[in-house]
């Protein structure tokens, strides 16, 4: 069993749908969840952070994070075709030094 | 501005000779991570530091070796590069928290 699981996509919402991008663990000592937005060619970049059960929302984001399913989830509000991307969910065990493992990501795709 | 900063931004080695990329970090953060990033895949963790705390993951080939020298600045060392190592090479550093990347080092094999 993989550590982080992602559906790879592609999935594709249009413009000024909810975007819901799913991720589970296996490792239930994880302390701290994380979305990464990845653009063709570029550096993950931070999206959103959430270390509690329950919504965390910024903006157009709302992470969710269950730890009893071992569940972390993103949606994307009013999504943009700047929102077009690949998702990392990405998971901190806090163990051997704060280790950080990322899911394969999901592309999504936003048409205009 | 404080930010993690890779060098080169585009590598290119031949087959069996030995690279170095290197990594430095203004933002004072205790955990380095380097990762290894192919197409279409997650980013690969191949190992990191806590302080100087070396920690490599059990999958890691020993052909990819690890300096960090300081603080600030971290090392990849790859022995003999094969075709196989061909992929985009990530920096990042955390403060315990998120991860913030460096830009990212793409290494052509040839």
């Known amino acids: 069993q993989k550590e982080v699981e992602q559906n790879s996509g592609p999935l594709s919402v249009p413009e000024g749908a909810i975007a819901s991008l799913n991720c589970t663990y296996s490792d239930r000592g994880s302390q701290s969840f994380f979305w990464y937005r990845q653009y063709s060619g570029k550096s993950p970049e931070l999206i959103m952070s959430?270390?509690?059960?329950g919504d965390k929302e910024d903006g157009r984001f709302t992470a969710q994070l269950n730890k009893a399913s071992q569940y972390v989830s993103l949606l994307i509000r009013d999504s943009q075709p700047s929102d077009s991307a690949t998702y990392l969910c990405a998971v901190n065990a806090n163990t051997g030094g704060f280790k950080t493992i990322f899911g394969a990501g999901t592309r999504l795709f936003v048409k205009a | 501005d404080a930010m993690v900063i890779q060098n080169p931004r585009y590598q290119v080695t031949q087959f069996g000779k030995p690279v170095t990329l290197s990594c430095s970090q203004t933002?004072?953060?205790?955990?380095m991570y380097w990762y290894q990033q192919k197409s279409s895949q997650a980013p690969k963790l191949l190992f990191h530091y806590y302080d100087k705390d070396f920690n490599n993951e059990a999958d890691t080939p020993d052909n990819f070796q690890s300096r960090r020298p300081n603080t600030s600045f971290c090392f990849l060392d790859i022995r003999s590069p094969g075709l196989g190592d061909a992929a985009m090479y990530l920096c990042?550093?955390?403060?315990?928290?998120?991860?913030?990347f460096g830009q990212g080092t793409r290494l052509t094999v040839v």
């Open positions: 990042a550093t955390s403060g315990g928290g998120s991860a913030f």
């Open positions: 933002l004072n953060h205790n955990v």
């Open positions: 959430i270390y509690s059960n």
